[in-house]
Each structure stands twice: as C-alpha cells, then as structure tokens.
C-alpha cells in the first residue's frame, strides 16, 4: 500500500508566523493535508480539500471563510488534478473518506461522482440538516448537491480497541488497515482516519481537525499559536470533547511513537515533512 501527501486547499490568512505558527511575518500559511491510497482494488482519498467547482467560482465558500483563510484557489491544487498528475485515471478513487464535511476537507467530493463517501451519520445529519445557526453557517450544502454516493458509518458500531481509542473499519475486505477514530468536538460527527502499514508494522492517523498545529499534541512543543488555538474554540461544536480528545490524541503521541504517526490537516511542517520524504 503506497500513501501520498496532498496539500489540496493551501490557505494564506493574515497574522503572520508569530500567530499562526507557519508562513512569514504578516500572512499565515496553513495546509489542507489529504492522503491518497494506493490499494490493491483502488484508489482512497482521505478528505479532498477545495474543489474545482469552488476554484471556478469561489463565491461557493461563502464570505465568511474566503475573509477568514483567503484560500489560494488554482486547479493544480485541487484533488483532480493531483491525482491526474500522479498518473492516475480520477474514475479509479473508489472511495473518500471524509474526517469531517467542512468545505475545506469536503469541497472536492463533486470531482469524483462515481466514488462512494465516507462519513460519520452524525456528521452527514449535522451537515444536511444542520440544529444550529452556527453549523448552518459553517456548511456549504453546494458542495454536495451533486448526489454523492453516501456510505454513512455510525459511532457507536466503533467497537475495535484502537491504542486506547474507539475504531471501526471503513472498507474490511478491500483496504483491512483503514479505520475510522471518533473524535468528535471541532463538528459532531469528526472522526480521524488511521492507515496502517503492515509491512512497517506502523500506523498513520490522519486526526483532521481534532488540532490544528502540532504544538497542541507535542508536549516538547513550549507555545501553541494563539490564533489557531481562539480559532479552535470558537469553530468547536462541543468545546469539552475536543480538549479531551486532543489530550488522548498528546498522550498517543507521547506514549506510542514508534507505532502512531499523528498528522493533522492544517499544519504545514507536518505536510512539508511528508512531502520531502
């Protein structure tokens, strides 16, 4: 099983290297970190980023979220076009694995009509039939309006004891080592996505937005970004599960390294790290 780093929906917001953690003295850089998985039966995409549809026409996303990360919008960024690059058919991603529906994890889903979507049912529930003005903000119903295949997974049926987490396998005959984490709080139905490598005897957990910087999780890390962690607590639907499950997510880290690898989806030393290697 081979694993590519995507960056699909690079994001320049203002507050500099100080605040954000990343980029240089006045603009922000964050990453959208996807993976692409080679299977045997064919490609997974883990979350999409931004899509070509919204590259097209970006009043899509929405005022609000164009101010807030003023996302640089190309066609070579997007999913599409990245897997294209690779040398692969877009018709060969059977399957996308969404950590969440935010449309910068969930925008490029319209790229890949025939592949089925990965979610957690409360997600999908909060997404399409959103309870709060907040998550009726934060949602962009344009980006599914194309009728995806839906594959709705429920958390309760995580019953598999994954280091200390709840787990549930997203595809147990075609990719065995892909797994569903419930980690909700960011959204309510926000999961992380763990691959697992057995020839390395390692896995990768892709913890979408359960942090945003890896200062959050790495208790050598002496000073998170400020802006990140208020913009943390102001997008989290259940403020208390979230700093439960980031201090699970440092205790994995800490304890199980030479077994877990932790990524998450906006950090970009993390993504740049990958991307070198």
Do not use: K
Not at 242 to 255: I, S
Not at 259 to 277: K, P, S, W
């Amino acid at each position: 099983m081979t694993i590519h780093h995507l960056d699909c929906a690079t994001m320049c917001p203002l507050g500099g290297r100080l605040l954000l953690g990343s980029g240089g003295p006045l603009v922000g850089r964050l990453s959208a970190h996807c993976l692409l998985v080679e299977g045997a039966q064919g490609l997974v995409l883990v979350d999409t980023g931004f899509g070509t549809a919204d590259v097209a026409d970006p009043r899509r996303l929405g005022r609000a979220l164009l101010g807030a990360v003023r996302p640089r919008l190309q066609p070579a960024r997007t999913a599409l076009h990245q897997v294209r690059a690779l040398g692969h058919d877009p018709r060969d991603v059977r399957h996308i694995v969404l950590t969440h529906l935010d449309p910068d994890h969930a925008g490029g889903i319209g790229d890949f009509p025939h592949a089925e979507v990965h979610v957690l049912a409360d997600e999908l529930r909060a997404a399409t039939a959103p309870p709060t003005r907040g998550e009726r903000d934060r949602y962009r119903p344009v980006q599914w309006a194309h009728g995806p295949r839906w594959a709705e997974h429920r958390a309760d049926d995580a019953t598999e004891d994954w280091y200390g987490f709840r787990a549930l396998p997203v595809l147990p005959r075609e990719v065995p080592g892909l797994l569903l984490v419930p980690l909700a709080g960011h959204t309510r139905g926000h999961c992380g996505v763990a691959v697992g490598d057995a020839d390395a005897d390692r896995w990768l957990l892709h913890c979408g937005d359960a942090y945003f910087s890896r200062a959050d999780t790495d208790p050598a890390s002496p000073r998170r970004p400020p802006v990140l962690s208020a913009f943390q607590r102001m997008m989290a639907v259940d403020g208390r599960a979230r700093l439960q499950n980031r201090e699970r997510l440092r205790e994995l880290r800490h304890t199980r390294q030479d077994e877990v690898e932790l990524i998450c989806a906006h950090d970009t030393a993390d993504f740049d790290r990958f991307a070198r290697a």
